[in-house]
């Protein structure tokens, strides 16, 4: 089992920038791939970034030159720097954590900017 604990979320101006953090707990195994995920009011959860254990990224073209994803294999924590924040990246963010078939989710944070 394993739990992860979202952080960083609020509320933002338009231009403004914030940093999600994630934190990975219980039976982590090495290889792994944590991202995060969003969710806008009445559409379906997107991939926004995520990250291999070895370092590979993958961005949403929707993001990409914007947010920055990271990870710190000892502290299983992932880190999301968000920039040039716009009203389209309001929505609800849950970290995820996937091994081969196995997933879990965090709880999720809350992300709003204002224009």
């Known amino acids: 089992q394993v739990h992860l604990v979202e952080s960083g979320g609020g509320l933002v101006q338009a231009g403004g920038s914030l940093r999600l953090s994630c934190a990975a707990s219980g039976i982590i195994f090495k290889i792994n791939t944590m991202g995060w995920y969003r969710q806008a009011p009445e559409k379906q959860r997107e991939l926004v970034a995520a990250?291999?254990?070895?370092?590979?990224?993958n961005y949403a073209d929707s993001v990409k030159g914007r947010f920055t994803i990271s990870r710190d294999n000892a502290k299983n924590t992932i880190l999301l720097q968000m920039n040039s924040l716009n009203s389209e990246d309001t929505g609800v963010y849950y970290c995820?954590?996937?091994?081969?078939?196995?997933?879990?989710w965090g709880q999720g944070t809350q992300v709003t900017v204002s224009s």
């Open positions: 995820n954590f996937k091994r081969i078939v196995t997933e879990y």
């Open positions: 990250i291999t254990s070895d370092g590979r990224t």
